[in-house]
Structure formats: C-alpha cells, structure tokens
C-alpha cells in the first residue's frame, strides 16, 4: 500500500482504545478511535477506513449490529469484531454479518498486527480483482462495438 493505512478502532473502554491507537500509530497506520456505534458511522461518513476494530459491547449498540449499518455504508472497510466476551452465538452472529475477522481480548498483539496486515492485502487484492474485471469488461465491449461498426460497415 502506497498510502498509509487508516484504521477505526471502536470500544467503549477509553484504555483499550488508547492503547490500541498507540499501537497501531507506532506501526504507521492513521487512527481514529471512538467509543459508540453512532460515533463510528459518523466517522465513517466522513472518512474512508481500510480496517474497523468494533468491540462486541458498545455503549449504544451491539459491535454485531454496527456491522450491518457499516456493511451498505463503507462496503470496503474490513471489519474486525473484538471482544472480551466469547460466546459462540457472537462469534456466530459475527460471521453472519460478515465479519472479516475475529479477535479475543486480552490482545495478543503480534496476532492482532498480524490479522489486520492478513486484511489489508485481502483488500488490496479484492481491489486489484476488481479492478481487472472492470478492465476485461471494458475491453470486451469495446471489441463487441468494434465487430457490430465493422459489420455494419459491410452491408
């Protein structure tokens, strides 16, 4: 990635997201950190983010719940579900929502830069694959326009 990355962390407890903001800082990613569900969609209609981090429990909604309001509105963004509350109906509901990723807390740090460094080049590569598709489809219409010119042409 050409750009530095920028991330979203979303968790309700202030040392958690402060933490985590520093860590990623020191890694060279942009972040923002807020603590409610409504924070993060407003943030997010402001600003493209390549990775969300969303706690399962936030102050004014389920993290499962701000996965389908952020799934139609930033498409891209990978989203990470965490929390220090697993249950398999989260983690469930989680992957139901499309969820890209999910981590435990208390964080294992290298794991947690590892998992996010895995979803930035899903993304990169998602984008690439797009990109190629749009490139094929262009290129076919124009030989389809160019074969139905070139047939008109000869009647």
Excluded: C, H, W
């Excluded at 520093?22 to 060279?28: F, N």
């Excluded at 929390?83 to 929502?97: R, W």
């Amino acid at each position: 990635m050409s750009e530095r990355a920028r991330i979203l962390v979303v968790d309700d407890d202030e040392g958690i997201r402060r933490t985590l903001a520093a860590i990623l800082e020191d890694e060279g990613y942009v972040v923002d950190a807020v603590e409610s569900g409504r924070e993060a969609i407003e943030r997010s209609d402001r600003r493209i983010y390549n990775v969300a981090l969303i706690d399962v429990r936030l102050l004014d909604m389920e993290g499962t719940e701000l996965l389908t309001k952020m799934k139609d509105r930033v498409p891209r963004t990978r989203k990470i579900i965490i929390t220090g509350y697993p249950t398999v109906q989260n983690a469930m509901e989680a992957v139901n929502k499309n969820a890209d990723a999910y981590l435990l807390k208390p964080f294992d740090i290298a794991k947690v830069l590892f998992v996010i460094k895995d979803q930035l080049r899903k993304q990169e590569e998602e984008g690439r694959f797009n990109q190629e598709r749009v490139t094929a489809f262009i290129e076919t219409s124009v030989r389809e326009l160019e074969t139905k010119t070139a047939g008109s042409k000869l009647k």
